[in-house]
Each structure stands twice: as C-alpha cells, then as structure tokens.
C-alpha cells in the first residue's frame, strides 16, 4: 500500500484511512524477538528516538497512570512532554501525547504520512513486515522530535527486552509491579516475565523499582548489578509514608529520594494508586538528578491528576464505574479500591474479556465484591464470547449470579437495572453501581457510550 497521499489530506476520512491502515497490520499482541525492524524504521528516520532523555516504565499494572503522572510532574516543573501509552482507551491519538495532549487527527495524519513511506522501505528486506506497535511506536517519537520536546515519557507495550519501544535507552527505567500476564508470549511465571521486563535497564540508567515479590525482585536487581545500574527500591529508599480516603480520591504523604511530600490529594481510588504516585515522584527525582521537588510543584501535578477508565465515574444515580482491569493482580486492586472507595450495595459487574487472558483468576477477584455479574463482550475478534464467558462465572458466583447480553450496550442497561432494584438482589434500593471491567477494549467502548450527549 501507498500513503504519500495522506501527507497532505487532514479530512476526518484520512483520518479513518489512516486508522484502518495501522489496524490492517501486524497486532501488537503478536511479538517477535527481535528489534531489528524497528531499529531500521528509526535508522531512516534520523534515530528520533535519542532527540530527548527518556523515562522509560515497564510493569504489569499501573504503568499508564504513573506514566500519567510522571507527565504532570514534569510538565508543571516547566519541562515539554512527550508520552507514549498503550493501549488507548477511546482513540488511537491517545497513545501519541504532547504536552499532556493527544495528537490532533491532522497531526496523527501527517506524521503517519511521514513515517509510513519508510516502513515500507523497511519491508523490503525484512522476513516479516512492520507491526502496528512498530509503526505507532516509530510515530511517537518522530513526533516527539518534530516538536521537540524536553523529555519523553515512554511506557513499553509488551515485556521489556524485545519491545519496540526499546529500541531507546532510558535515563530512569521504571519496573511497575510485575505479576502474570501475557503468560502465552512472556512466559508463565513471575520470575520469567520479570526476566523479560528488566531488559529495559541498561548500563548508565538510574532504575525505579515499585514493591516486587521476592523472586521478582532479585531477577530485577541481578540485572541492575549487571549492567551497573543505580537503583531505588519502593519501601526502602522512597514510598508511601501515610493515606487516607477522601471524598473524590485520597491523601497521602510521599517519601521520595530527596524529599517528604506531604498533604498530597490525590483524585484517584486505590491503595494501588498511591503507590504509583511514590514511584513517579522517585522518578522524577532521579530524572532531576537526585533533587527534591517544591511540595506545592506535586500538589498541583496530582491535584489534575486523572487516569481514564481506571476506576473512573461516568454517571452517577446509580454510580457506574469502568476500570480497565484484565488479569488477576488488576482485578484484585480494583476489588480492594472499590470497597474502600464506594459504598455501593448491590454492586453489579459487566465483564467482558479477552479470550488469552487468565478469565477464572479475575473472576475469582472479583467474586467478593460483586452481588451479580452481566457477562458481555467487546467488539474486537479476541473477545471471550459473552456464553462462553457466563460459563466460567456460573462455576465462580453460582448460577443465579451470573446473566447474559451479548451486546455490550444492552449488558449496561440491565446492570444499571440491577442495580437500581437493589431489593430484588438483597440489598437495599437506591445504594447500588455498576463497575464495567474485564478489558481496555470494554471499559473504553462503555466509556464512550455513556459519555455520549444524552446518556
């Protein structure tokens, strides 16, 4: 295919051209062991990957609101921001932000344009041709170059070591906690994928670990011993000193690696949020060179702090929840979030999951916290059928928790009426929410659908 055209063409149906191209490709859930092919698109286009420092986070969960929040620290220190995250939720242009930003459609055109040309050079020789996350990745930082920006704030797609996005080397690598997932492309163990994950510390970086299990964690500082690395470990050299709930989030005191930052409010839910915003603050210290940061610096930046479709709001009367939880130790910390958070009687879930995903442990996660389950499926071709999926939920909440709606809108609806019933589930009337989960994909279709004028 030929998009020289696209160059120059910012009418919303480029746009959708453009967006079927990248999805016509390779999937990103399909990896390779190797970088070569993103390594030539970046040799041709100049190597934008090296045209600023870069703060690189790895990690099972939380890696996009601490990449969030990173951004926001940095940006409210005076510092041009590039981020790149992945997966989106709503729109493609999300993954690709500039000053806190996504990409308009005209930019995401031209820079598509831009870059796609050389993908196809690549394609030449290459035994297989450029993947989606190859060219978005390769994208972002041509735009990140193009700005320029101060600073990029990378998070990887899948793993660490053979990502496409390490094809840059970080001045702070971040290790989010690691669990099990993608087992099928990154192994079936903890110790494995960590392996895979501490591929992005590299000799000269300055490493921030979050809180690990033990095996985890020697995998990760075997590598940092490795390759000379300086490192700061989560519960030793910075945390979480104290929190609180409070109504629209949380207060917490931070220790970091050169400051105590305290009488933080913190608009997200969750002890796992908390520690997130540690880890951010130790990163930004350590891009800062070991300094402190002026308190009211981080009291703004987490004060507009705010993580889509991570057990975010979208109506109220009853309350509906969308969190993007899709393995087990997700699943777990928004179980913990949501009854720390919301007093929510009966709760009533729509879950719909990918298909390659560890379905019975997020099921059993959130099992105590659910007064019935709806079971769905989102739009894409890796969706776990919605029977399929009510099947495996019968033999964890019993048959008479578990209902069926395929349609994803229609699954909402009778969730909301569930919820609104509230008796009928033995529970009282009036106090009941919906928390939608299971998926990106499904938190971020529902997120549209309700956000729609009119819902």
Same mark, same amino acid.
């Not at 979208?314 to 939880?325: E, G, M, N, Y």
């Given at each position: 295919m030929r998009y020289f055209r696209t160059m120059s063409d910012t009418s919303p149906e480029a746009y959708a051209a453009v967006e079927a191209a990248m999805l016509s490709r390779w999937p990103e859930t399909r990896m390779t062991p190797t970088l070569d092919r993103i390594r030539a698109l970046c040799t041709l286009l100049g190597d934008p990957q090296h045209a600023a420092p870069v703060i690189h986070l790895t990690g099972t969960n939380g890696k996009t609101s601490t990449a969030r929040m990173i951004d926001a620290l940095l940006r409210t220190r005076g510092l041009r921001t590039g981020r790149f995250t992945s997966p989106h939720v709503e729109s493609m242009r999300e993954r690709i932000c500039i000053d806190g930003e996504p990409l308009t459609e005209d930019r995401f055109v031209e820079v598509f344009g831009e870059v796609a040309p050389y993908a196809e050079v690549v394609e030449r020789t290459a035994q297989h041709p450029v993947s989606f996350f190859e060219l978005i990745t390769a994208m972002a930082f041509a735009a990140f170059a193009d700005a320029p920006v101060d600073v990029i704030v990378l998070e990887v797609g899948l793993g660490g070591t053979w990502d496409a996005t390490n094809v840059a080397d970080a001045q702070v690598a971040v290790v989010l906690p690691v669990g099990v997932d993608h087992a099928h492309l990154l192994g079936g163990s903890e110790?494995?994928?960590a392996e895979e994950k501490a591929g992005i510390i590299k000799p000269g970086t300055f490493a921030v670990l979050a809180q690990q299990p033990v095996d985890v964690a020697e995998v990760l500082l075997r590598r940092v011993v490795e390759v000379e690395a300086t490192v700061a470990r989560e519960g030793l050299e910075f945390g979480v000193a104290e929190r609180h709930v409070a109504v629209g989030g949380q207060q917490v005191s931070l220790r970091g690696l050169a400051g105590q930052y305290d009488e933080i409010f913190l608009p997200l839910h969750g002890a796992h949020q908390a520690h997130n915003a540690a880890v951010a603050v130790a990163a930004v210290e350590a891009f800062a060179g070991g300094e402190a940061m002026d308190v009211d610096v981080v009291r703004d930046a987490f004060g507009q702090s705010d993580s889509p479709a991570r057990l975010e709001v979208?109506?109220?009367?009853?309350?509906?929840? #969308?969190?993007?939880?899709h393995n087990p130790h997700g699943a777990?910390?928004? %179980? &913990?979030?949501?009854? +720390?958070?919301?007093?929510?009687?009966?709760?009533?879930g729509v879950l719909g999951m990918m298909g390659d995903k560890d379905v019975e442990g997020v099921l059993e996660a959130f099992?105590?916290?659910?007064?019935? #389950?709806?079971?769905?499926?989102?739009?894409?071709?890796?969706?776990?059928? %919605? &029977?399929?999926?009510? +099947?495996?939920a019968r033999g964890v909440f019993g048959e008479e928790r578990v209902e069926v709606m395929p349609r994803l809108d229609d699954a909402i609806e009778r969730a909301i009426g569930l919820a609104e019933e509230g008796g009928r589930l033995g529970e009282a009337i009036g106090s009941g929410g919906v928390l939608i989960t299971g998926s990106v994909v499904t938190a971020g279709e529902a997120r549209s659908m309700l956000q729609r004028p009119g819902r």
């Open positions: 110790e494995e994928i979208v109506r109220r009367s009853p309350t509906v929840l #969308v969190d993007s939880a777990r910390a928004t %179980a &913990e979030a949501v009854q +720390e958070s919301f007093a929510l009687s009966p709760l009533v099992e105590p916290v659910l007064s019935a #389950v709806v079971c769905t499926q989102n739009s894409t071709t890796r969706a776990m059928p %919605a &029977e399929s999926l009510a +099947e495996l």
